[in-house]
Nanobody, 124 residues
Framework: QVQLVESGGGLVQAGGSLRLSCAASGHDLVTTPPGWFRQSPGKEREFVAAIGAGDSGTIYADFVKGRFTISRDKTKNTLYLQMNSLTPEDTALYFC?????????????????WGKGTLVTVSS
């Protein structure tokens, strides 16, 4: 059973930075593509970023390109999300996920395994 535990959320001013971490157990994050999703108040959960299986590259949602960076420490089996230039629109519950997939090309990503989330609040 995959377990994912997020940390690093908190309150930050607009323009600031945060780094989220996700400690994984039960499966390695190399063969089980990991990613981040978020859910803002009153909105559906949305994809943020993911790393492909092995070292097949990274993918980002358009709204975070150039501001967020996803990375993985294979030795610690830990996933990270470095978030810079944060805006109030980035306020959300951020979820770590593993086994990220898409049903067909162009479909919104989904995942098999989920953490419970860490809250990020960006003040204006």
């Amino acid at each position: 059973q995959v377990q994912l535990v997020e940390s690093g959320g908190g309150l930050v001013q607009a323009g600031g930075s945060l780094r989220l971490s996700c400690a994984a157990s039960g499966h390695d994050l190399v063969t089980t593509p990991p990613g981040w999703f978020r859910q803002s108040p009153g909105k559906e959960r949305e994809f943020v970023a993911a790393i492909g299986a092995g070292d097949s590259g990274t993918i980002y949602a358009d709204f975070v390109k150039g501001r967020f960076t996803i990375s993985r420490d294979k030795t610690k089996n830990t996933l990270y999300l470095q978030m810079n230039s944060l805006t109030p629109e980035d306020t959300a519950l951020y979820f770590c996920a593993a086994g990220v997939y898409t049903d067909y090309e162009g479909a919104p990503p989904d995942a098999y395994y989920w953490g419970k989330g860490t809250l990020v609040t960006v003040s204006s």
